[in-house]
Nanobody
Framework: QVQVVESGGGSVQAGGSLRLSCAAS????????MGWFRQAPGKEREFVAT????????DYADSVKGRFTISRDSAKNTVYLQMNSLKPEDTAVYYC?????????????????WGQGTQVTVSS
């Protein structure tokens, strides 16, 4: 199985930027499509972005489209989430997830491997 560890969270003012990283280990990184999800207090975990194992296909939640960019670096076994123009409603714990498939998926059930999460706080 693959292990994933997130980093890069923190506190930022509205309009600022953060880049989250997700380091994968344990299995061949290129076998896994990857996703980012987030969970705010009192809310369900929701889809943010996903990238195919080749990196050629990406998908985003409407709420982050045009502001967030997902990418992957196979040489570093790492997936990134560049977050720009952050809003207070982006405040949440952000989770990285992996699925052993070529295709992308927006659902939490589609991912078998999850990290512990990293907190992102955006103040107004």
């Amino acid at each position: 199985q693959v292990q994933v560890v997130e980093s890069g969270g923190g506190s930022v003012q509205a309009g600022g930027s953060l880049r989250l990283s997700c380091a994968a280990s344990g299995r061949t990184f290129s076998n896994y499509a990857m996703g980012w999800f987030r969970q705010a207090p009192g809310k369900e975990r929701e889809f943010v972005a996903t990238i195919s194992r080749s990196g050629g296909i990406t998908d985003y939640a409407d709420s982050v489209k045009g502001r967030f960019t997902i990418s992957r670096d196979s040489a570093k076994n790492t997936v990134y989430l560049q977050m720009n123009s952050l809003k207070p409603e982006d405040t949440a714990v952000y989770y990285c997830a992996a699925r052993q498939a070529a295709s992308i998926d927006r659902t939490t059930i589609g991912y078998a491997y999850w990290g512990q999460g990293t907190q992102v706080t955006v103040s107004s």
